[in-house]
């Protein structure tokens, strides 16, 4: 290129601009719009599938719900079987202070019954009786002891001497039995007695193991007596 005479010589300098933080937001805003599609494709497909973030959390909730009533009722259901047995308990210790306040009753009657036999002639009747006859266990499954109390009223103020003898009646195959104190003592062959207002002898016997006994059969024969004493008593097994 010819330059004219007279002419400067020129040169064109172009500038270019580094824009370094726009490029960066550009490439931020494309991975970010890329992060939103797949999101978006990821939420598209558990739609599809039946999924739902709102049913997620309504099925959380229920959860959580139901997880508390369960507790609840839980321990609702322990308390009522604590009062249920608080109440049992209660009951059966009613039960048995009402057995042994009838027990101690019955015990008493019968002391102030025997009580009044010796101290009080107008309700007595003169002579000697059989105030008591008792049936205790033994030592043993088929050992008993039996127990009896002979009196006479304070207005017989004379010593009284004899002899008792026992018999126990019952079944044996079917059939009556009577078996008496010479057979089933275990000690005592006869009973004496010598007493001037009460007495109580004791033997202790042993039955067949095949015979029920139904009742206790006492005879008592004073010295002095023309006639002997004779009683009938049910076989009740009754605590000392």
Request: proline share 4%.
């Amino acid at each position: 290129m010819t330059r004219a005479p007279g002419m400067m010589d020129t040169q064109r300098i172009v500038v270019q601009r580094h824009r370094p933080l726009r490029i960066w937001l550009w490439r931020g805003a494309g991975v970010l719009a890329l992060l939103l599609c797949l999101w978006a494709a990821f939420e598209a497909g558990r739609m599809r599938a039946g999924y739902s973030v709102a049913a997620a959390r309504e099925e959380h909730r229920l959860r959580v719900e139901l997880a508390g009533r369960l507790s609840e009722t839980e321990g609702r259901l322990a308390a009522l079987e604590m009062a249920k047995r608080v109440d049992t308990e209660a009951y059966k210790e009613v039960e048995k202070s009402l057995a042994d306040l009838q027990t101690r009753l019955g015990e008493q009657t019968q002391e102030l019954a025997f009580y009044r036999g010796i101290v009080n002639p107008n309700e007595a009747v003169a002579g000697m009786r059989v105030q008591r006859l008792q049936v205790l266990a033994g030592v043993g499954p088929r050992r008993f002891r039996l127990r009896i109390v002979l009196v006479q009223t304070a207005r017989q103020d004379n010593l009284v001497t004899g002899t008792a003898d026992l018999a126990v009646l019952g079944l044996r195959g079917g059939h009556e039995l009577s078996l008496p104190l010479a057979k089933i003592g275990t000690a005592s062959r006869t009973l004496a007695f010598s007493f001037r207002y009460f007495q109580q002898m004791e033997a202790e016997i042993e039955l067949p193991a095949d015979f029920v006994p139904r009742k206790v059969q006492i005879e008592v024969r004073p010295a002095k007596a023309p006639n002997a004493i004779k009683q009938s008593y049910p076989w009740k097994i009754e605590t000392s």
